[in-house]
């Protein structure tokens, strides 16, 4: 729940918030309205959702300068729904993301956040960048969207629509729309030219009374009174999986939108359990009113801090700003032309792609482009949760396998090292005898049968020397293979014995049995030079080397 602190932190900088929280209402309002319609369930529940998800994750949250609302990764989760669940099935779906996120924040989830690698964001976002865009063409054309579930299907249907009756007045608009918000913040980036573009679109189709552009239509002058008269409990069950997605993309929005808003201010750092039950709490609240799912939004984050807010104080301000508008402009509002919100998300997904950002990625290694370049696609061909875990699944592949390829186990030039130890034939007796193999690294599933093959090749020597002082970490599985080795060659006469085995590692070997075979013939040792020792009482006791009377010294070393 929130804290003192949340609340007197808002007393630091009054005047900036208040200032950054207009600038961000002004830049979300075009948004807001365009993910509404894009979502399918219009553009007055984009305005819902950004005024009451907005206020109620502002208050939450876990972040003082996150801003949520709409967004087009959601919009692009939620056309399948709405084409397979209708209106209904959306805002059941956003109720049970919310009972989800909240239970992620309860089981402290929020944490994990942190393993995401960046190949697998940017490639995320690249995707969803080329998704947001294609959804756009048929508003951008002016032609009726065309059924269909993948984008790419219905970008080109819209085409194909706009070639046999083209709308040059739609298609003039957008790109008009478009060419300003990008050209406008290069050359001035404070301004919010977003708004700029839509107002001049919309002025320009009520004075040349262009009836070919579209506008919105009349939207509500305020909120609807809360409801839950879309909920049928008997399709629970079934929207359960598109629930999952949702949550799940709100929670990874939310957490990585945190996270880039820590990195561009000094001293400001979220809480990602916070976040995450400030972001259920939202997407519990906006469907009563009939809002879509929300999520925290990178772009309007990015343009809260940069316009000096300190505090929720600016995300509230946001929320209320937009609130007033829903109540006293609706009418004006309800005439902006449907082509010019194509528009601002058409620049909007332009400016997603990070360009430098990608072009180090696809340098940085091989893996990294693999994985950017796969989650891409994934996205942009299947769906933004299946297109997370691919890029995750292989990301974790590739670096198990780099991780993996680290691991060496390398033959050690066997030397008594003992000076006035042993006699020349001795030393010969011992090099010809004993082999030593020192194991660097990890030791698990991921290459450890590589070693079985090495230690079963073996071959012409009576004790292998095992010194295990300098391997990182052991599983199971690794355990496992090093038992199999130990009885190959104990079957073949092969004495083994081990040095430097790390507390860390007898969990492992003790649970599958390797360590009871080694302490069983006594060839455990402490360190190396012991074991040596061990061999060389070994080879006597087999009459390879001659009995000593005299004590065998052993020289302490480090492992």
Same mark, same amino acid.
């Given at each position: 729940m929130p804290a003192r602190g949340d609340f007197e932190v808002m007393r630091r900088s009054p005047r900036g918030d208040l200032l950054a929280g207009l600038t961000v209402a002004i830049v979300a309002l075009p948004l807001a309205l365009g993910f509404g319609v894009s979502s399918g369930l219009g553009a007055e529940a984009g305005l819902a959702t950004a005024v009451v998800a907005g206020a109620l994750a502002a208050l939450f949250g876990g972040s003082n300068l996150q801003v949520s609302g709409p967004t087009g990764a959601m919009?692009?989760?939620?056309?399948?729904?709405? &084409?397979?669940?209708?209106?209904?099935? #959306?805002?059941?779906?956003?109720?049970?993301?919310?009972?989800?996120?909240?239970?992620?924040?309860?089981?402290?989830?929020?944490?994990?956040?942190?393993?995401?690698?960046?190949?697998?964001?940017?490639?995320?976002?690249?995707?969803?960048?080329?998704?947001?865009?294609?959804?756009?063409?048929? $508003?951008?054309?002016?032609?009726?969207?065309?059924?269909?579930?993948?984008?790419?299907?219905? &970008?080109?249907?819209?085409?194909?629509?706009?070639?046999?009756?083209?709308?040059?007045?739609?298609?003039?608009?957008?790109?008009?729309?478009?060419?300003?918000?990008?050209?406008?913040?290069?050359w001035r980036p404070t301004v919010p030219f977003s708004i700029v573009a839509v107002i001049a679109a919309t002025v320009i189709v009520q004075v040349f009374h262009l009836d070919a552009a579209a506008p919105i239509g009349d939207l509500p002058s305020g909120l609807p009174a809360p409801s839950l008269a879309f909920l049928d409990l008997s399709a629970l069950g079934s929207l359960l999986a598109p629930a999952v997605a949702v949550a799940a993309l709100a929670a990874l929005e939310s957490l990585l939108s945190a996270t880039v808003a820590d990195g561009m201010t000094v001293g400001q750092k979220h809480d990602p359990d916070k976040e995450l039950f400030g972001q259920g709490i939202a997407n519990l609240a906006a469907p009563l009113f009939g809002g879509v799912p929300a999520t925290a939004a990178i772009a309007r984050t990015a343009v809260n801090v940069r316009t000096g807010a300190s505090s929720r104080l600016a995300a509230l301000t946001h929320?209320?700003?937009?609130?007033?508008?829903?109540?006293?402009?609706?009418?004006?509002?309800?005439?902006?032309?449907?082509?010019?919100?194509? $528009?601002?998300?058409?620049?909007?997904?332009?400016?997603? #792609?990070?360009?430098?950002?990608?072009?180090?990625?696809?340098?940085?290694?091989?893996?990294?482009?693999?994985?950017?370049?796969?989650?891409?696609?994934?996205?942009?061909?299947?769906?933004?949760?299946?297109?997370?875990?691919?890029?995750?699944?292989? @990301?974790? @592949?590739?670096?198990?396998?780099?991780?993996?390829?680290?691991?060496?186990?390398?033959?050690?030039?066997?030397?008594?090292?003992?000076?006035?130890? /042993?006699?020349?034939?001795? /030393?010969?007796?011992?090099? *010809?005898?004993?082999?030593?193999?020192?194991?660097?690294?990890?030791?698990?599933?991921?290459?450890?049968?590589?070693?079985?093959?090495?230690?079963?090749?073996?071959?012409?020597?009576?004790?292998?020397?095992?010194?295990?002082?300098?391997?990182?970490?052991?599983?199971?599985? $690794? @355990?496992?293979?090093?038992?199999?080795? #130990?009885?190959?060659?104990?079957?073949?006469?092969?004495?083994?014995?081990?040095?430097?085995?790390?507390?860390?590692?007898?969990?492992?070997?003790?649970?599958?049995?390797?360590?009871?075979?080694?302490?069983? *013939?006594?060839?455990?040792?402490?360190?190396?030079?012991?074991?040596?020792?061990?061999a060389r009482k070994h080879l006597e006791q087999a009459g390879l080397l001659p009995l000593k009377h005299r004590p065998h010294r052993i020289r302490k070393a480090a492992r």
């Open positions: 919009t692009v989760v939620l056309v399948p729904i709405v &084409a397979q669940y209708g209106p209904g099935g #959306v805002l059941t779906v956003g109720l049970m993301a919310g009972v989800l996120l909240i239970a992620l924040a309860l089981l402290k989830a929020g944490q994990y956040m942190r393993y995401v690698p960046a190949p697998v964001v940017e490639g995320f976002t690249l995707g969803i960048a080329c998704v947001i865009g294609l959804q756009q063409i048929p $508003g951008a054309l002016g032609v009726p969207e065309p059924d269909g579930e993948k984008v790419l299907a219905v &970008a080109w249907r819209a085409v194909v629509e706009f070639a046999h009756a083209p709308n040059w007045t739609a298609s003039a608009l957008s790109l008009g729309v478009a060419a300003v918000m990008l050209l406008g913040a290069r929320a209320a700003v937009l609130a007033v508008i829903v109540f006293a402009a609706a009418p004006l509002v309800s005439k902006i032309p449907l082509a010019a919100l194509a $528009g601002v998300l058409l620049a909007t997904a332009i400016r997603m #792609v990070e360009v430098g950002s990608l072009r180090a990625m696809a340098k940085a290694t091989r893996s990294d482009a693999v994985v950017l370049v796969l989650t891409a696609a994934a996205t942009l061909v299947l769906d933004l949760v299946y297109a997370v875990i691919i890029g995750l699944v292989v @990301a974790g @592949a590739l670096a198990l396998k780099a991780v993996a390829s680290q691991a060496r186990m390398d033959q050690v030039d066997f030397r008594p090292d003992l000076p006035g130890e /042993h006699s020349d034939e001795e /030393h010969a007796l011992l090099a *010809e005898h004993i082999v030593a193999y020192r194991i660097d690294g990890p030791v698990f599933f991921a290459g450890a049968h590589r070693f079985l093959l090495e230690l079963s090749e073996v071959s012409d020597v009576k004790v292998v020397i095992l010194r295990m002082s300098r391997v990182t970490t052991m599983d199971a599985t $690794g @355990a496992l293979v090093l038992k199999d080795a #130990v009885q190959k060659l104990n079957r073949r006469g092969i004495a083994v014995m081990t040095s430097g085995i790390r507390p860390g590692q007898r969990q492992a070997l003790e649970a599958v049995g390797a360590l009871d075979l080694l302490r069983h *013939e006594g060839r455990e040792y402490a360190t190396t030079p012991e074991a040596i020792a061990g």
